[in-house]
């Protein structure tokens, strides 16, 4: 078992920044890839970014490119997204996801609560 803990949310202006963490315990040893994800009211969950736990290989979806940057402290252990430039359309939910089975970035067998993102205009 591997439990997640999100946090950082809150509410910031637009063009403001914002930094996520979240923190694994557990079975932490057996997780091979970690995300993000995120969700809007009405609309589906969306891939933001991930992060391989060994090789540090990161991984973005469009919205992210070129504004969010993923990490990671295996000591800790914890993996960050750092949101820059936000826009109001990034207000969701953010969820945060370990992948002990794969290393693909693209499968995830355990969830965080979520942490909400609200970007005012």
């Known amino acids: 078992q591997v439990q997640l803990v999100e946090s950082g949310g809150g509410l910031v202006q637009a063009g403001g920044s914002l930094r996520l963490s979240c923190a694994a315990s557990?079975?932490?040893?057996?997780?091979?890839?970690m995300g993000w994800f995120r969700q809007a009211p009405g609309k589906e969950r969306e891939f933001v970014a991930a992060i391989s736990w060994s090789g540090g290989n990161q991984y973005y979806g469009d919205s992210a490119k070129g504004r969010y940057t993923i990490s990671r402290d295996n000591a800790k252990p914890t993996v960050y997204l750092e949101m820059n430039s936000l826009k109001p359309e990034d207000t969701a939910v953010y969820y945060c996801?370990?992948?002990?089975?794969?290393?693909?970035?693209?499968?995830?067998?355990?969830w965080g609560q979520g942490t909400q993102v609200t970007v005012s205009s």
């Open positions: 557990g079975r932490t040893a057996s997780i091979y890839v």
């Open positions: 996801a370990a992948n002990t089975r794969t290393l693909l970035p693209t499968q995830y067998d355990y």
